[in-house]
């Protein structure tokens, strides 16, 4: 949308704004441009998304209406395992400053993190901010008004009674999908505050689940008898909402109305969640979450400098460069992204692939007619689905969002391990593909008819005998240490997951006549289920971690370790790849039935995400020739061929997919990156995290102590970017007409690493 520094572009009321950033100063990294409508919303597919990486808000602003907020946060799960939303608000104003053709202006200023609304002819003239605080759970809307207004701050929720999933909303809870008739899934009602005397400024709200489905879980899986590795995250989960409005008072359980007309005003919204013994301490802990905000002003100062700090670690510029058909250009694409990602990066559960916390209504996306508690593919956790936004937090120097992801599955460690032993009597662990919050299968995946199975039967086929989670997990938090050489977080999260992944696979499979680790039964992916020994994907984790972890120093590993995982790297069979038409290529398994049951490529696992076939690797003739025969092909959702041509060096191929993903956004939302819902639902996190990843490989490629420069990007494209590299390195670059005009490796001692474009071809 954007063609010169001092152009505003307005397409179909959405423009994208740079005039208001800091673009031209020369002593500011160069910040993203604002989101800029001029004319309110119909619904909420006319939002905005906002957060601080708890706390999240969809804004919008309907005619006759007024102000519509819709809260979120990552930690707010129901009795069945649902995603919830805190709820919602709507603040209204008399006068009207949104009435019919009124002037108006609504800005997401992406480099502030904040919504920024003007509304109404110019002598009445009225200004909204809202922002989340930069570290503690709150929303902030502060206004002000050249007449006065009196205003409405209303909570309108839909959970006004216990409701029984049933239908098109069950799946929703994909923990329990399919459940028979003679269980009943249901969720409790949200509870409105009763204040003690004195507290009139103020309405809030709880939802609280007295419930779990985590006993009926466990017990249906067999696990009854770990069930004390098991947590329960579930019961007595608490989540609400408490808001003050200075100058308002509490007209009924759900209403404040200002006591008189102000033209000033300033609205906050604490939230909090957590599990408490009772509802009191939860309570107690959320007033202090209000009573200890500072002042607005301060509170917006510190959410400006947080936001400085996090467009200061990185940036990609790329211009104007953008598909023909898109409402956004690459450069604008890739920052909303990693916007939105921020937005939902810190909290207790890791990014949810299908939505984030930023769903709303379904319908006006193609959906049932359901509440915004609704999402397609429900509350669990798709391994390779949850990991795609990660990835792409490595080169942003987003380290501080990726805990959530390993915090996640370190929880779910110890069940994991008891059901090892429980399951098939070997020691470690391992990941189911779908994983609830507290790490067991979703019941419908698990099978909820076991009449004649052992508890071990998993009865899904799609992920019956997947198995490269655990390889996977392992090889993303050594990437996360490679960036940031924190050595506690190696020897205290890494090192202890790393064994028990390991031993899982040295006990679970037996050896071959020759000593090599034969593993099955196992599947390649989703799409081969069938006859299938030593998967690709499996195969090429092992060989990944176990050379990384003992590529490690004599003093960080172990001895025991480094004889152990020794022997255990010995025993793997070799990377699948076979003589096709006289020319090696990696294949999908060892040994596999060719039958295809879904639109995956295992086979490139070796390139994405273990980097075993890459540009500069003997087996790159062999990746490139699964590349170019592979059956599916896409440009949207969570298919991982853009990162793949990017390593692959197939520079006019990344250059097509990248582009194309900018095309995706949802025509019926304004916000241009609400992608999807492709495979999965919207805005969908898989595809953003691809996108964001496609465009830093195609700029930036790390392998050993080697820093790619430009590996996959069309010389002709000019340039800048700031992205992190392994060990502590940020590489600043300029390209301009062919020509490298500007590089800053620091520390300078890795310029010595550096791989100029000229280096590579």
């Not at 919008?60 to 946060?73: D, P, Q, T």
């Not at 199975?453 to 996977?472: F, I, K, M, T």
Request: include cysteine; aromatic fraction near 8%; charge should be negative.
């Amino acid at each position: 949308m954007r063609h010169t520094l001092a152009a505003s572009i307005v397409f179909l009321g959405l423009g994208l704004d740079p005039a208001s950033t800091h673009a031209q100063d020369a002593s500011r990294p160069p910040l993203p441009a604002d989101l800029v409508w001029t004319s309110p919303s119909k619904d909420a597919a006319g939002s905005m998304p906002i957060g601080n990486g708890v706390l999240g808000a969809n804004v919008w602003v309907e005619e006759g209406r007024g102000l519509s907020i819709l809260l979120s946060r990552t930690d707010t799960w129901s009795e069945a395992n649902r995603l919830l939303k805190v709820g919602r608000l709507h603040l209204r104003f008399d006068p009207d400053p949104f009435a019919s053709g009124a002037p108006f202006v609504q800005r997401l200023v992406v480099s502030r993190g904040a919504i920024e609304i003007e509304a109404s002819a110019e002598a009445d003239r009225m200004h909204l901010r809202i922002f989340v605080d930069a570290d503690a759970p709150i929303l902030r809307i502060v206004g002000t008004s050249r007449v006065p207004r009196t205003i409405h701050v209303e909570q309108t929720g839909w959970r006004t009674e216990s409701r029984v999933l049933r239908s098109d909303e069950l799946p929703s809870s994909w923990t329990m999908r399919d459940a028979p008739g003679s269980i009943e899934v249901a969720e409790s009602a949200d509870s409105p505050w009763t204040f003690a005397a004195g507290a009139d400024d103020r309405i809030g709200w709880f939802h609280r689940n007295e419930s779990s489905i985590v006993p009926l879980t466990l017990r249906h899986q067999g696990l009854d008898a770990v069930a004390d590795a098991a947590f329960d995250p579930l019961l007595h989960r608490t989540f609400g909402a408490l808001v003050s409005a200075a100058d308002c008072v509490r007209r009924d359980a759900s209403t404040l109305v200002s006591s008189r007309p102000l033209t000033a005003f300033s609205v906050r919204v604490a939230t909090h969640c957590a599990q408490t013994p009772d509802l009191a301490s939860w309570q107690a802990a959320l007033r202090g979450v209000l009573e200890r905000s500072p002042a607005d002003a301060a509170a917006r100062d510190a959410a400006q400098a947080a936001w400085d700090t996090f467009w200061g670690r990185s940036w990609i510029r790329t211009g104007s460069i953008r598909h023909p058909d898109a409402r956004v250009s690459l450069e604008d694409a890739y920052a909303l992204q990693r916007f939105v990602t921020a937005c939902a990066g810190k909290g207790e559960s890791p990014i949810k692939f299908n939505g984030s916390i930023f769903t709303v209504e379904p319908k006006p996306s193609g959906g049932p007619d359901l509440n915004p508690d609704w999402r397609r593919w429900g509350g669990d956790f798709w391994w390779q689905n949850t990991r795609l936004p990660y990835h792409a937090m490595l080169a942003a120097g987003d380290f501080d969002s990726m805990d959530p992801l390993f915090a996640m599955y370190e929880r779910a460690l110890p069940l994991c391990r008891a059901r090892a032993r429980l399951y098939h009597d070997v020691d470690g662990a391992y990941f189911p593909e779908t994983m609830t919050t507290f790490g067991t299968y979703s019941n419908g995946d698990y099978g909820w008819d076991r009449a004649g199975h052992a508890a071990s039967d998993v009865l899904c086929p799609y992920w019956q005998w997947a198995w490269n989670q655990g390889p996977e997990l392992v090889a993303l938090m050594l990437d996360h240490f490679d960036y940031t050489q924190d050595d506690a977080f190696l020897r205290e999260r890494v090192l202890p997951l790393a064994r028990e992944v390991l031993a899982y696979f040295d006990s679970r499979f037996a050896r071959d006549e020759s000593g090599v680790l034969r593993i099955t039964p196992t599947q390649a992916l989703e799409t081969h289920w069938h006859g299938v020994v030593n998967d690709l994907p499996t195969v090429a984790g092992l060989r990944a971690i176990t050379a990384r972890l003992l590529a490690l120093p004599e003093s960080t590993l172990a001895a025991t370790d480094r004889s152990r995982w020794t022997a255990f790297a010995a025993s793997l069979p070799a990377l699948p790849v076979r003589d096709v038409d006289g020319a090696p290529r990696l294949v999908a398994a060892e040994l596999f039935d060719p039958s295809r049951q879904n639109c995956e490529s295992p086979e490139l696992c070796a390139v994405f995400p273990f980097r075993l076939a890459t540009l500069r690797t003997p087996l790159l003739d062999a990746a490139r020739a699964a590349y170019a025969a592979r059956v599916d092909r896409f440009d949207h959702g969570w298919p991982q061929d853009g990162q793949n041509a990017a390593l692959l060096g197939l520079v006019d191929e990344a250059r097509r997919i990248v582009l194309a993903k900018t095309t995706n956004g949802h025509p019926a939302h304004r916000v241009p990156i609400v992608w999807g819902p492709n495979f999965d639902w919207l805005p969908d996190q898989c595809h953003g995290g691809n996108l964001m990843h496609t465009l830093q490989l195609m700029l930036l490629q790390c392998e050993g102590d080697s820093i790619a420069l430009l590996p996959a990007w069309p010389r002709e494209w000019d340039v800048a970017f700031k992205l992190a590299a392994p060990r502590r390195t940020t590489v600043e670059l300029e390209w301009k007409g062919g020509k490298l005009v500007r590089l800053v490796v620091e520390p300078a001692s890795r310029r010595a690493d550096v791989l100029l474009p000229t280096d590579l071809r």
